[in-house]
């Protein structure tokens, strides 16, 4: 996948969550929209399994 499908990808999937890009240097910070909970991931997915494991951190994330 090319970096630009992997950044549509993971915009999606966090807006899925209900989290909006709040900021972004070197890493992408969003913010949840009800619990105003932050969640950093990084802004290159180098893993094959990237994706899944940025679901994994929103639902630690969202359950804490």
């Known amino acids: 996948m090319a970096l630009k499908d992997d950044r549509r990808?993971?915009?999606a999937l966090?807006?899925?969550?209900?989290f909006v890009?709040?900021?972004?240097?070197k890493?992408?910070?969003f913010k949840h929209e009800v619990s105003d909970k932050?969640?950093?991931c990084g802004k290159s997915i180098s893993d094959r399994r990237g994706l899944?494991?940025?679901e994994a951190?929103?639902?630690?994330v969202l359950s804490s």
């Open 27 to 29: 890493h992408y910070v």
């Open 9 to 11: 990808a993971l915009m």
């Open 21 to 25: 890009l709040q900021r972004q240097t």
């Open 14 to 18: 966090t807006k899925r969550y209900g």
């Open 57 to 60: 951190q929103i639902k630690r």
């Open 38 to 40: 932050i969640l950093v």
């Open 52 to 54: 899944k494991n940025v």
